[in-house]
């Protein structure tokens, strides 16, 4: 897209406040959206486009990221999923973690997740908080469908995503990462428990072969010996007919950020990749979208996957 008229992605930048003492309780989002360029002044001015008026309204993607890992990463992720016709919505939010410690985080209510409140609320309040701050936007007034939402995470914010979903409106659709629900023996659960999904709606949930950040914290779930709890969340946690797992061979636990940032999160503990990590994105992302394309939009598409590089099992 250009000053001089066409079609495309832009992003812009908004606020939302997700609770908690501040000044903790803000994530700054970014919500990436089809845009149409008019080449007027006003867009020359302030680099803001309208959004596509063809589309419009565009079914909202909010994604999830792992625990500090900033949302910049995604963008790759985030602008193809726009292309296809969506508003995507990444966010940071620097919030305790626990124990006193600080990061980003999507945030989890621990409470929530303890067994006698398990499955009474969401874990990640922020998810609706987020939702509820983009009808502050002006420039996308009209241009965004909250009642067709799907949500997606990588890590820990595919897991939030997968306990909350089902608690908020106008969910169709969810896709995780590197994600799985075994819960920590810490939170008072049994070791190797994988706690159901909280979800109604079809997921798909991805992961690579080469995921050393999972195997390197099964200690966190009781587990003696590295454990498969990505498998085991899609057999025992999920149970919609159309949910998919897609075991991307060769890739790690950070296929889907680019760049990966060695200063931060816990991207030390990955196995190096097996095959081009720029054509494990692409595949997953391709598959995402039409994931996204068939169970949100309602679009006459049959998700599917590049064999070469993606195991695709369906139930």
């Given at each position: ?7 495309g992605?832009r ?5 939302a ?7 903790f309780?803000?994530a ?6 089809p845009?149409?360029?008019e080449?007027?002044?006003a867009?020359r001015l302030?680099?803001?486009?309208p ?14 990221s792992?625990v ?7 963008r790759?992720l ?14 940071d ?8 410690r600080?990061g ?5 209510d621990l409470?929530a ?7 009474t ?5 922020a ?6 701050a983009l009808?502050?936007i002006?420039?996308?007034k009209?241009a965004?469908?909250?009642?067709r939402?799907?949500?997606?995470g990588h890590?820990?914010?595919?897991t939030v995503?997968?306990q909350?979903?089902r ?7 969810c ?30 949930l991805?992961?690579?072969t ?11 779930y009781g ?5 498969d709890?990505?498998?085991r ?8 007919p159309r949910d998919?797992?897609?075991?991307v ?5 950070f296929?889907?950020?680019e ?6 999160a816990r ?14 994105r692409?595949a997953?992302t391709?598959?995402?979208?039409g994931?996204l394309?068939?169970h ?9 996957a590049?064999?070469t590089l993606?195991?695709l099992?369906r139930?």
């Open positions: 897209m250009n000053a001089s008229g066409g079609t992605v992003s812009m930048w908004w606020s406040d997700t609770g908690g003492t501040a000044p309780g803000t700054h989002l970014k919500v990436y959206y845009a149409r360029a080449g007027t002044d867009e302030s680099g803001e486009f959004p596509d008026p063809a589309g419009a309204p565009y079914p909202v993607v909010v994604f999830c792992g500090n890992v900033e949302q910049a990463v995604y790759p985030a602008s193809a999923i726009a292309a296809a016709g969506f508003a995507v919505v990444t966010f939010r620097v919030a305790e973690l626990f124990g006193g600080y980003l985080t999507p945030g989890v409470d997740a303890r067994p006698d409140a398990y499955g609320r969401p874990t990640c309040p998810i609706p908080a987020v939702l509820d009808g502050g002006d420039l996308l009209g965004l469908d909250l009642d939402v799907a949500l997606g890590s820990a914010g595919g995503v997968l909350s979903a608690f908020i409106p106008g969910v169709r659709a896709f995780a990462y590197g994600t799985h629900t075994m819960v920590a023996t810490m939170l008072g659960w049994p070791a190797g428990t994988v706690l159901p999904a909280q979800v109604d709606c079809p997921v798909l991805g992961v690579g080469r995921d050393g950040v999972i195997m390197g914290s099964s200690d966190r587990q003696d010996a590295p454990s709890p990505v498998s969340t899609f057999t025992e946690a999920l149970h919609d998919l797992l897609a075991v061979r060769g890739a790690n636990h296929a889907v950020a760049p990966v940032d060695p200063t931060a991207a030390f503990l990955d196995l190096e990749p097996e095959t081009d990590p720029a054509a494990a692409r997953f391709d598959l995402t979208v994931f394309r068939a949100v939009r309602g679009d006459d598409v049959a998700p599917s590049d064999p993606i195991d099992r139930r």
